[in-house]
Each structure stands twice: as C-alpha cells, then as structure tokens.
C-alpha cells in the first residue's frame, strides 16, 4: 500500500528552524516529483516546494531562501529544512506524491512571535 509519513514538526520561536521529513514507499518515490504543501485552518492548501526526480526545485515566493527542500533516493525521504522561520509559517505541512496523488497525514508547525 503506497504511504507516506511525515514527522518534525513542533514549536519554535521566530527565527528558530526546523527540518521535516517525509518517509515514502519506494513505488510513490523512485522517479516522481515531490512536493511539501501547507495549510491553515480555512484557508486553501498551498505549495511550499517541489523537487523532481532530477532534483530541480521550485519554491513559494513567500519562503524562498528561507527554505530547502531535498530527497535522498537511498533512503527514500524527502526533506524540508526551514530557516528563519516567521510566525505566518504557521500551519500544518504535508508531504504529497505528484505521482498518485498521495498525501502525508500533516504535521503541525508553530512558530510563535
């Protein structure tokens, strides 16, 4: 059963960071783009940041040198380092497979002022 799983998220303050990371079966992650998505409560879930099975990344504006986003094909993880992190960070993060359209649980991030 195709899966994925996040984990790292938590609490920091402004400024702090945080690295989240995306466990994935191997049939979801070999060759396929994958993306981190965030959402807060009644509001659209948006993209963060994708990287592609050739590793070329795309970020949101708003987070842009701030974070990076990075897979490691050994172990079939995707990673979400966030620097500087600001209070409108706030949200929970998702892992999605852009093949299959498979999507993580979430894990919530709080960065308090």
């Known amino acids: 059963q195709v899966q994925l799983a996040e984990s790292g998220g938590g609490s920091v303050q402004a400024g702090g960071s945080l690295t989240l990371s995306c466990a994935a079966s191997?049939?979801?992650?070999?060759?396929?783009?994958m993306g981190w998505y965030r959402q807060v409560l009644g509001k659209q879930r948006e993209l963060v940041a994708l990287i592609t099975s050739g590793g070329n990344t795309n970020y949101a504006d708003s987070v842009k040198g701030r974070f990076t986003i990075s897979r490691d094909t050994a172990k079939n993880t995707v990673s979400l380092q966030m620097n500087n992190l600001k209070p409108e960070d706030t949200a929970v993060y998702y892992c999605?497979?852009?093949?299959?359209?498979?999507w993580g649980q979430g894990t919530l991030v709080t960065v308090s002022s």
């Open positions: 191997g049939s979801i992650f070999r060759g396929n783009a």
């Open positions: 999605h497979s852009f093949y299959g359209g498979v």
